[in-house]
């Protein structure tokens, strides 16, 4: 969502504050950090509390310490040079990501985020972070964002952003003893679920089990429902009945890695709320929360399509059936109101003809769907593993900023004026690399230069997106390694090299004696694909779209080639009219061409051979 207001309104309404001048990481090895803090150190002083077990909890008792809070996350996993196609890769698009995510901050202010930036102004500007430091203010969509951008790419560039935020939240967490809801809170108990995934470490359970207790405590129990009642003891309307989805989600990804039961039924609770009695969904899942706007109430994509994917999320780590369906049935719609072509899903849902001023793409929307499509194949419901590959290849990457020069040439013309007080002017150009565009059009990443520069919600789900679609697309169950996307990868299975879109070709370079199936992408025809091993071709047999390989040993060199087209598109995207050349699902040119930032400046795809760059993987 784009109203930092109501995030910072939440944070100050739900909560007190336990803790001052407590944010100094004594312990760090990393200084690499970009924007400079003027501020002088200050002593970590805070002792060392006792975590009160849960009645469920084991013996273990947690005693967080000084080792506790300072931990620097670990990056020693396996690196190594090789050479791949020069084709999408996530450790390109993470290492993006680590560049706004740490750089776009407040070093005086404890890293806070810079949730706005201007670009029609000279210098461009960076807004509403907090100008000295809130004990009580935290972006949780950025720290788990960083870890999860961390996980992918083994960089450790700026890590001393993140562990500030580490250090921060995890002392106040342990004496403040809350809840965790809402957008911030929700996403920094689903960074402890993956954190505790990584590292293991008891002491992130046990205070997940507290969080729980007190989300228990401070909620209502109605039937088979349960919500948090307003002061008025009254069902939550509006702005709270929306960040319930992200309370669920934390709670979701904390029994997805915990199993801890009470965390099951609790989600469960929140998500017949959200999906029978909050009003937010008609029985077949279509979007009915709007919000007010000065053209009257609009229909929010995000909000909605959050709170939906928060169903689904749950629905699949739970295998409940019920739920996936709903969500799925609100996937359906919420896809027939965009370009699932490309992946452009409008801010506002377009049920009010002549009333905006244009259908702009807001990030958080694609990451929305992207995340849906991945949840319910993940829950059974369907295979939706091209929707995934038609909105990562295009509007998600794109989205993305790879570079900020157009910035510059911008503001060429523009006379220079004083920032702000509260704001930067420093180096804006390159510090916003890297981030997600909040009001995207199909070709260019603002369709209004007058909107915000950046919007850090969609900096943060953009990333987050990108790290699931990049853990699940390829797994290994019972012996078998089944890869789902055809994306440059490296992992501990095996290495996916990927041609496409310059050739219909895959190379999977395994590092585990296994069964291997890889998913023809829908424009590919079985009777047109080949296998070959170790330059021997070898008869594939298919499940579905999955090719099948059959047995293969550590070592070996599976390739599955196929034919790929270009095709030209004439389309609506938004309220404007398109053409479109696609190669496979990639677009590969779009008229008319964008100016600002413009997409799809790709003609190198449409050669037929993929060229080879050298780089260093880093597996985790
Ligand atoms: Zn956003």
Same mark, same amino acid.
């Given at each position: @969502?784009?109203?930092?207001?109501?995030?910072?309104?939440?944070?100050?309404?739900?909560?007190?504050?336990?803790?001052?001048?407590?944010?100094?990481?004594?312990?760090?090895?990393?200084?690499?950090?970009?924007?400079?803090?003027?501020?002088?150190? *200050?002593?970590?002083?805070?002792?060392?509390?006792?975590?009160?077990?849960?009645?469920?909890?084991?013996?273990?008792?947690?005693?967080?310490?000084?080792?506790?809070?300072?931990?620097?996350?670990?990056?020693?996993?396996?690196?190594?040079?090789?050479?791949?196609?020069?084709?999408?890769?996530?450790?390109?698009?993470?290492?993006?990501?680590?560049?706004?995510?740490?750089?776009?901050?407040?070093?005086?202010?404890?890293?806070?985020?810079?949730?706005?930036?201007?670009?029609?102004?000279?210098?461009?500007?960076?807004?509403?972070?907090?100008?000295?430091?809130?004990?009580?203010?935290?972006?949780?969509?950025?720290?788990?964002?960083?870890?999860? @951008?961390?996980?992918?790419?083994?960089?450790?560039?700026?890590?001393?952003?993140?562990?500030?935020?580490?250090? *921060?939240?995890?002392? %106040?967490?342990?004496?403040?003893?809350?809840?965790?809801?809402?957008?911030?809170?929700?996403?920094?108990?689903? %960074?402890?679920?993956?954190?505790?995934?990584?590292?293991?470490?008891?002491?992130?359970?046990?205070?997940?089990?507290?969080?729980?207790?007190?989300?228990?405590?401070?909620?209502?129990?109605?039937?088979?429902?349960?919500?948090?009642?307003?002061?008025?003891?009254?069902?939550?309307?509006? %702005?709270?009945?929306?960040?319930?989805?992200?309370?669920?989600?934390?709670?979701?990804?904390?029994?997805?890695?915990?199993?801890?039961?009470?965390?099951?039924?609790?989600?469960?609770?929140?998500?017949?709320?959200?999906?029978?009695?909050?009003?937010?969904?008609?029985?077949?899942?279509?979007?009915?929360?709007?919000?007010?706007?000065?053209?009257?109430?609009?229909?929010?994509?995000?909000?909605?399509?959050?709170?939906?994917?928060?169903?689904?999320?749950?629905?699949?780590? /739970?295998?409940?059936?019920?739920?996936?369906?709903?969500?799925?049935?609100?996937?359906?719609?919420?896809?027939?109101?965009?370009? =699932?072509?490309?992946?452009?899903?409008?801010?506002?849902?377009?049920?009010?003809?002549?009333?905006?001023?244009?259908?702009?793409?807001?990030?958080?929307?694609?990451?929305?769907?992207?995340?849906?499509?991945?949840?319910?194949? *993940?829950?059974?419901?369907?295979?939706?593993?091209?929707?995934?590959?038609?909105?990562?290849?295009?509007?998600?990457?794109?989205?993305?900023?790879?570079?900020?020069?157009?910035?510059?040439?911008?503001?060429?013309?523009?006379?220079?004026?004083?920032? =702000?007080?509260?704001?930067?002017?420093?180096?804006?150009?390159?510090?916003?690399?890297?981030?997600?565009?909040?009001?995207?059009?199909?070709?260019?990443?603002?369709?209004?230069?007058?909107?915000?520069?950046?919007?850090?919600?969609?900096?943060?789900?953009?990333?987050?997106?990108?790290?699931?679609?990049?853990?699940?697309?390829?797994?290994?169950?019972?012996?078998?390694?089944?890869?789902?996307?055809?994306?440059?990868?490296?992992?501990?299975?095996?290495?996916?090299?990927?041609?496409?879109?310059?050739?219909?070709?895959?190379?999977?370079?395994?590092?585990?004696?296994?069964?291997?199936?890889?998913?023809? =992408?829908?424009?590919?025809?079985?009777?047109?694909?080949?296998?070959?091993?170790?330059? /021997?071709?070898?008869?594939?047999?298919?499940?579905?779209?999955?090719?099948?390989?059959?047995?293969?040993?550590?070592?070996?060199?599976? /390739?599955? /080639?196929?034919?790929?087209?270009?095709?030209?598109?004439?389309?609506?995207?938004?309220?404007?009219?398109?053409?479109?050349?696609? *190669?496979?699902?990639?677009?590969?040119?779009?008229?008319?061409?964008?100016?600002?930032?413009?997409?799809?400046?790709?003609?190198?795809?449409?050669?037929?051979?993929?060229?080879?760059?050298?780089?260093?993987?880093?597996?985790?």
């Amino acid at each position: @969502m784009k109203i930092s207001l109501s995030r910072r309104d939440f944070l100050k309404i739900s909560y007190i504050s336990f803790l001052a001048g407590l944010t100094a990481c004594r312990n760090l090895t990393i200084t690499e950090e970009v924007p400079v803090t003027t501020a002088t150190p *200050k002593p970590t002083v805070t002792p060392s509390p006792t975590v009160t077990p849960s009645p469920t909890a084991t013996a273990f008792q947690c005693s967080p310490n000084d080792e506790f809070y300072n931990r620097l996350l670990t990056l020693n996993g396996e690196r190594y040079v090789t050479q791949v196609p020069d084709t999408l890769d996530f450790q390109k698009h993470a290492e993006l990501s680590l560049n706004a995510l740490t750089r776009c901050t407040n070093p005086d202010a404890d890293y806070s985020v810079y949730f706005y930036g201007k670009v029609n102004r000279n210098p461009p500007i960076l807004t509403d972070a907090d100008v000295v430091p809130n004990p009580t203010s935290f972006n949780g969509k950025f720290s788990e964002a960083a870890l999860m @951008m961390r996980q992918i790419s083994g960089s450790d560039f700026n890590q001393q952003v993140d562990q500030t935020w580490r250090v *921060k939240f995890l002392r %106040w967490l342990v004496q403040a003893n809350p809840s965790l809801t809402g957008p911030d809170l929700g996403r920094l108990f689903a %960074w402890m679920a993956l954190l505790y995934k990584i590292e293991g470490d008891e002491c992130y359970r046990q205070l997940g089990e507290k969080v729980i207790g007190q989300i228990l405590l401070q909620s209502r129990l109605q039937d088979d429902y349960r919500y948090f009642p307003t002061e008025n003891g009254a069902e939550p309307t509006d %702005w709270e009945m929306v960040s319930h989805g992200w309370t669920l989600q934390g709670i979701a990804h904390f029994y997805e890695v915990t199993g801890f039961s009470p965390a099951e039924s609790l989600g469960k609770e929140f998500a017949r709320y959200l999906k029978d009695h909050s009003g937010m969904f008609d029985a077949n899942g279509r979007f009915l929360y709007r919000h007010q706007r000065e053209f009257g109430e609009v229909l929010h994509f995000h909000h909605n399509g959050n709170t939906l994917l928060s169903i689904a999320e749950l629905a699949a780590i /739970t295998g409940d059936q019920e739920l996936a369906g709903f969500a799925r049935q609100g996937y359906e719609y919420a896809r027939s109101v965009g370009s =699932p072509l490309v992946g452009f899903f409008p801010e506002y849902v377009p049920d009010y003809p002549g009333q905006l001023p244009y259908a702009d793409c807001e990030t958080c929307c694609v990451a929305d769907m992207v995340l849906l499509a991945l949840y319910l194949t *993940k829950a059974g419901q369907s295979d939706y593993w091209d929707d995934v590959d038609r909105y990562v290849r295009n509007q998600l990457v794109e989205n993305q900023m790879a570079h900020g020069t157009w910035i510059d040439e911008y503001l060429a013309n523009l006379p220079v004026s004083p920032v =702000p007080e509260g704001a930067t002017g420093d180096k804006v150009p390159e510090r916003v690399i890297g981030s997600f565009s909040g009001w995207a059009s199909a070709n260019e990443y603002l369709i209004d230069m007058n909107q915000p520069l950046v919007s850090a919600c969609c900096t943060g789900n953009g990333s987050r997106a990108l790290y699931y679609v990049w853990q699940n697309m390829l797994n290994l169950d019972q012996g078998r390694l089944t890869v789902n996307l055809l994306f440059n990868r490296a992992s501990r299975w095996a290495d996916v090299n990927s041609f496409i879109p310059y050739e219909g070709r895959v190379d999977v370079h395994l590092k585990t004696e296994c069964e291997l199936e890889i998913r023809l =992408p829908e424009w590919g025809a079985p009777e047109e694909a080949s296998g070959v091993v170790n330059n /021997t071709p070898v008869e594939l047999s298919y499940s579905g779209r999955y090719a099948r390989f059959g047995r293969l040993q550590r070592g070996d060199i599976a /390739t599955l /080639t196929f034919p790929i087209i270009e095709r030209t598109v004439d389309t609506q995207i938004g309220d404007r009219s398109y053409r479109l050349v696609i *190669k496979g699902n990639d677009v590969v040119d779009i008229r008319p061409a964008g100016i600002w930032c413009p997409y799809y400046q790709r003609s190198h795809y449409r050669q037929p051979i993929a060229p080879l760059i050298e780089l260093q993987r880093y597996v985790g």
